[in-house]
């Protein structure tokens, strides 16, 4: 089962990754047009929504990896029995923050949907569309702390803490 929960992951940064390379092309192709005076309404906006979609996508996969920015200041002067039960806290309230985030997505896209909602600046978008990657990278992430809840109660460790993010925290 974790196997197919990491392969979402995956999906999930590759398509952030195309994100990425969305907003490259929309920034490009804005920058062409000003230089040939041509008038592409919209691709500043489509820009930030392509941002935005690849920053929740990545949210899992960042998670697992433990790129995400943790204060150890507090942890590293704990004692280990203490500094458990005070990571169980936090994996339990991050779980809770991101059930809300995903719920409220969720409801965000359902809303923008129901009610035909779109864009108020030139490119007039349903804004449901660019708001489903927040959806999906919020579900995502919920759910990666819910694994990394699952696997630490299994005790495996989830998060992964190389050299590299050990020497920078």
Do not use: N
Request: aromatic fraction near 12%.
């Amino acid at each position: 089962m974790s196997q197919l929960v990491f392969r979402f992951y995956q999906g999930l940064m590759f398509l952030s990754c195309v994100s990425m390379v969305a907003a490259f092309v929309s920034v490009l192709l804005g920058v062409l047009a000003r230089e040939v005076h041509w008038d592409l309404p919209g691709l500043d906006a489509y820009a930030g929504y392509a941002i935005a979609c690849a920053l929740f996508l990545a949210l899992p996969s960042t998670l697992r990896r433990g790129e995400h920015i943790r204060v150890t200041l507090l942890l590293d002067r704990l004692p280990a029995r203490v500094r458990g039960a005070f990571e169980w806290v936090c994996l339990v309230g991050g779980l809770t923050i991101a059930l809300a985030l995903a719920w409220f997505s969720i409801r965000l896209v359902w809303m923008s949907w129901t009610t035909h909602d779109i864009s108020p600046g030139a490119d007039a978008t349903p804004l449901w569309i660019p708001q489903i990657g927040m959806a999906l990278g919020c579900v995502g992430f919920a759910l990666s702390f819910a694994h990394a809840l699952l696997m630490r109660l299994r005790g495996d460790q989830f998060i992964a803490m190389g050299a590299e993010a050990a020497h920078i925290e």
